[in-house]
């Protein structure tokens, strides 16, 4: 159970059932990972919708979770070593997937291969598409250098190639279908949200279009790609 004085983010946003794993987030492409595999694996959860905006990311309550100030975040009542607090989506996919004891391979290289592809989402893919969605959706489309926006965009491309590359002859990134694909997929499917497909030659890939439809066909996806609901 939780103890919510050890919790406060808990006083903001109360739990139904403290039992199950608390999961504060809203649906962009790093807090749809963590409902994935939520649905992937089973595990019983209870969302709770913190939008993006200072009043919810930057309040007391959600920085005594997360003092990056950024979606997603967990409470597993029932860690190894009694309730535990994590945020960054690689780390919570990582936990849950040792949790549960899916989606991270079935040796000790599988869960290696499986960790460098989601080390490349984390530290490549996502933050290179997101600031090229910046630069051609957001504010940054209004700068008139282009250096920045072409930087962005000639990355972009280049990592796409890499996982266009890294898929041929395979139906998921590193082999079966894991937490890797979880992380990565979800951030291509950002590039409908910005606008950016067209100029990234989406459609000239060879394996990454057929993986993303792949992927987003998975009935468990298909109920978490909107959770939680931001309509309510």
């Known amino acids: 159970m939780i103890d919510t004085t050890a919790f406060p983010i808990t006083a903001r946003w109360p739990t139904n059932d403290p039992s199950v794993i608390q999961l504060y987030s809203y649906p962009t492409p790093n807090g749809v990972k963590i409902s994935i595999a939520l ?11 913190v939008t ?15 003092p990056n100030n950024k979606i997603p975040a967990i409470i597993d009542p029932n860690g190894p070593d009694g309730p535990i607090g994590l945020f960054e989506s690689g ?10 004891g899916k989606f991270l391979g079935k040796t000790a290289s599988d869960k290696a291969k499986i960790t460098q592809w989601l080390m490349f989402q984390m530290g490549g893919l996502g ?8 630069f051609y959706k957001f504010a940054g489309a209004d700068i008139e250098d282009p250096r920045p926006r072409e930087r962005y965009l000639n990355e972009a491309i280049r990592l796409l190639a890499v996982l266009d590359g890294q ?19 979800p951030w291509i499917n950002a590039l409908e949200f910005y ?30 790609k909107f959770i939680p609901n931001p309509n309510g």
């Not at 990311?57 to 997360?66: C, E, I, Y």
């Open 91 to 100: 780390a919570i996919l990582l936990y849950l997937a040792e949790k549960s």
């Open 195 to 224: 606008g950016t497909k067209d100029v990234v030659g989406y459609h000239d890939l060879k394996n990454v279009p057929a993986y993303v439809e792949r992927f987003f066909a998975r009935p468990a996806v298909q109920k978490a």
């Open 52 to 66: 993006l905006s200072d009043a919810d990311v930057k309040s007391p309550a959600f920085l005594s979770l997360n």
């Open 127 to 134: 933050p290179m598409l997101g600031q090229m969605g910046f």
């Open 167 to 185: 898929l041929e002859g395979k139906d998921w990134i590193a082999g079966g279908f894991s937490i890797a694909d979880m992380a990565i997929a």
């Open 39 to 49: 649905e992937e694996m089973g595990l019983p959860y209870e969302p709770h919708l």
